[in-house]
């Protein structure tokens, strides 16, 4: 059977929970479908009521939800929208997640945990996900946590976009750990191949980090440095690491970061160090005008999700968007 060349609107149908609604509706325009009415509303017990306004029978579902805070509410809609299409008959249920918080949650480092990423991954498939589209796992074996085929996608072309227009002379690439040095070593040779160095970071608790020093290449002879990671959270690794820089030197700091939670007041913090000129992060999460910050700069996602879900529907490689294929991590 030949394959489609182009979308046709009429076998697709785009939903969005209630966590990034402008997000979804950006995806939807970049691909040219209109975004499908989600109904959702409380019964007096507080369980929730959700209906999908649109029939989905025989179509490609695509449901569109990042898990950001209220993390298990926003979770619960999901499930149930995944399963909404499924009871109606879907063809496909892509469950798309531009932010799965739950990724940090991906290794059992005390007694009697939960490996949650793993779980939430089973409860997905178990919903009616056929298909998940996210982005940026915190690291790479959470990709293996799913059954069901998984694109997790990178945000690095967008970054690169944006930098493109900046001055990177005399400019160093760092990274928060050893563990994500690999992923700033990609970023580093997108940006023209820049100089790349980490941290020595201990984690102490959720909110507390001591960073003893840097780890690869010397400061020596850079007086910029772009500080790169895969999320923002409290922002007490990012503090941490500037402090240092700028001890050691460096004068201007941005700090860039695919998901940027910014709890805790992360943003007045990290921007009221004078050395930090930027703040740069996707529209993965969700950030109101109250939230919005001077040094904070918000590049969109959107038409990467855009493209990628062309190409699923289409079936066409998605390997140039595809985060780990290109040994990001």
Known sequence: MTRPLTLDAEDIRIFSGSSNAALAAEIAHCLGVPLSETK????????LEIQLATSV????VYIIQSLTPPVNEHLMEMLMMLDIARSA??????????????????KKNKPRISITARLVADLLTAAGATHVLTMMLHSPQVHGFFS???DPLTSRPVFQEFFARQNLSDTIVIAPD???????????KDLGGLPVAAGNKERLS????????IIGNQLHGCTRALIYDDEIATGGTMLELAQLLVREGIREIQLVCTHGLFANNALERLGALPQVTGIVTTDTIYHPPTMLH???????????FADAMRKNFLGESIGDLFVFGHGDG
């Open 40 to 47: 959702i509303q409380r019964f007096h017990n507080d369980n």
């Open 57 to 60: 029978r025989s179509r490609n």
């Open 89 to 106: 008959s879907a063809k496909e249920v892509h469950a798309v997640i531009p932010y799965y918080s739950f990724a940090r949650s991906d």
């Open 148 to 150: 069901v085929p998984t």
């Open 178 to 188: 050893i563990g994500s040095a690999k992923s700033a070593a990609r970023f580093a």
């Open 206 to 213: 959720d909110t507390q980090v001591v960073i003893s020093g």
């Open 294 to 304: 001077p040094k904070l700069h918000i590049v969109s996602v959107a038409h990467v």
